[in-house]
């Protein structure tokens, strides 16, 4: 985002204070389906193949 016309650069990881912890703003979430099949419960990874990061309430990115 350095070069982006809308947004001033963002400030480098060394100002963000020592407790502060990358597991506070960072998750990796799944997406399954289910059915019960032959009496027994089925289950699927939904694949999601997604060019968007939403951070937060206000900045979201939107790939090519």
Known sequence: LSGSL???P???LSV???DDLWINYFSVCGL???VEL???LVTELIYVHSK???ADDNT???GE
């Open 6 to 8: 809308t947004h001033p």
């Open 60 to 62: 979201v990115i939107i």
């Open 52 to 54: 968007m990061l939403i």
């Open 32 to 34: 399954r389906t289910h």
């Open 16 to 18: 963000l204070p020592v």
């Open 10 to 12: 963002l400030p480098p």
């Open 38 to 40: 032959n009496g027994r």
